[in-house]
C-alpha cells in the first residue's frame, strides 16, 4: 500500500477514535448532569460561627474541598453568632448554606418565622455536646449551682444561649433573674474565665473543641456533669427539646480537664441547611462534596469524621432539599 493511502486510513481512524471519545465524555456528562445540566457556578455564601469555634473552622476547611471539587463556584464565608442567626440569614436569603442545631431549626419552624417553610435540609453531620465549664477548683458541681454567678451563655443568636437557657431553666433557674448572663461567645469565653471575670461558661460544639483544649493546657479546669433528672426535666418541655439527649463525652475529650473521667451531658444533633431556591445541581454537587471530603477535614477538625453517610439522609425537622435526594439515590447500593 502506498504511504499516501496508510496516511488517510491513519487520519480516517485517528478521527473515528475522537469522535468515540467525544461520544463517552458527553455520556459521562450526561450521567453526572442529569438532564444536560451544566456544571454548577457561580457565588456561594455559607454562614459558620464565632471565629475559632468548630462551625467556622469546619467551614474554612469546607471550602477548600469546594473549590477543588467546584472550581467554578466561589465560595464566600460570613462568621455569625451561631444555629439561631445562622438558620435566620438562610431563611431569609443572607446565606445560600449554613450549618445548626436541630433544636435551633425545629425552634424556628415552630415559631412560623420569616422563610421557615423554605428550610431544606441537605447532610446530617456531627453532634454538638453542650459543655459547662468551670475552673477545677470551683463549687460548681451542677448546673443549680450556678446561681448568682457570672456565666457566659453564648451570643443572641447562638445555639449556645437556646440550649443554656432551657438546661437553667430546667435547673429551676432563671436565667435573667437567677445569673448574671455574659453574652460571649468561645472566641472570648476561655480568657474571661481564666482572668477571673466569669464563674462558669456553656458551650456547645464538636469534640473536642480547640478554644476548650488550648485552655486546658494552660489552666485547671473542669467539665461539670449534665444528666439525670436534669436531661429529663429538660426533655419534658417538649417540641424541639425533644432532639436533645443523653451523652457521654469521652475520658479524652480534654484530657487535662477530665483527667480520666467520661462525663455525662446533652448532645444534639447538626444538619446542613439550604433552602429551596438552591439550584438542585447545586445542592447535589455540594452534598458530594460534604460527603467525599469527611476524611480530608477530619484529620484538622475531629468533628468531621463523625459525618456517616448511613445517617446522613436524616436531617429531620428538615425535609431533604431535591438536589441531597439526587445525590443519595446516585450512591444507593
Not at 18 to 30: E, M, P, R, S, T
Amino acid at each position: 500500500m502506498f504511504p499516501a493511502a496508510m496516511t488517510r486510513i491513519g487520519r480516517r481512524r485517528s478521527l473515528r477514535a475522537g469522535a468515540a471519545l467525544v461520544v463517552v465524555l458527553g455520556l459521562l456528562l450526561w450521567w453526572l448532569l442529569p438532564l444536560g445540566e451544566s456544571a454548577p457556578s457561580g457565588t456561594l455564601s455559607f454562614s459558620t460561627g464565632v471565629r475559632s469555634g468548630v462551625y467556622e473552622r469546619y467551614g474554612e476547611r469546607l471550602k477548600g474541598a469546594l473549590a477543588k471539587d467546584l472550581p467554578d463556584v466561589s465560595i464566600q464565608l460570613q462568621t455569625s453568632e451561631g444555629s439561631q442567626q445562622n438558620i435566620a440569614r438562610v431563611a431569609t436569603g443572607k446565606a445560600d448554606f449554613t450549618i445548626a442545631t436541630t433544636d435551633a431549626v425545629a425552634t424556628y419552624l415552630r415559631d412560623g418565622k420569616p422563610g421557615a417553610d423554605r428550610l431544606r435540609g441537605c447532610v446530617r453531620l456531627y453532634d454538638d455536646y453542650i459543655q459547662l465549664v468551670v475552673e477545677r477548683s470551683s463549687e460548681i458541681r451542677k448546673v443549680a449551682d450556678l446561681r448568682g454567678k457570672k456565666v457566659a451563655v453564648g451570643q443572641p443568636g447562638s445555639g449556645v444561649r437556646l440550649v443554656a437557657d432551657r438546661l437553667m431553666t430546667a435547673a429551676g433557674l432563671d436565667p435573667v433573674n437567677d445569673v448574671t448572663a455574659v453574652p460571649a461567645g468561645i472566641d472570648t469565653m476561655p480568657e474571661l474565665l481564666e482572668g477571673g471575670r466569669l464563674d462558669a461558661f456553656f458551650w456547645s460544639g464538636g469534640l473536642p473543641t480547640t478554644a476548650v483544649t488550648d485552655l486546658s493546657d494552660r489552666f485547671p479546669i473542669r467539665l461539670v456533669p449534665l444528666e439525670d433528672p436534669l436531661i429529663k426535666e429538660l426533655q419534658a418541655a417538649g417540641g424541639s427539646t425533644r432532639y436533645y439527649r443523653s451523652a457521654v463525652m469521652p475520658a479524652d475529650a480534654y484530657r487535662n480537664a477530665q483527667q480520666g473521667q467520661a462525663v455525662p451531658t446533652v448532645a444534639v444533633a447538626n444538619v446542613l441547611v439550604t433552602t429551596d431556591r438552591t439550584d438542585a445541581a447545586m445542592t447535589e454537587a455540594f452534598t458530594r462534596t460534604v460527603i467525599d471530603s469527611r476524611d480530608r477535614i477530619g484529620r484538622e477538625v475531629h468533628a468531621a469524621q463523625l459525618v456517616d453517610l448511613r445517617t446522613a439522609i436524616y436531617t429531620d425537622p428538615l425535609p431533604l432539599h431535591e438536589g441531597a435526594k439526587r445525590y443519595y439515590r446516585s450512591v444507593k447500593p
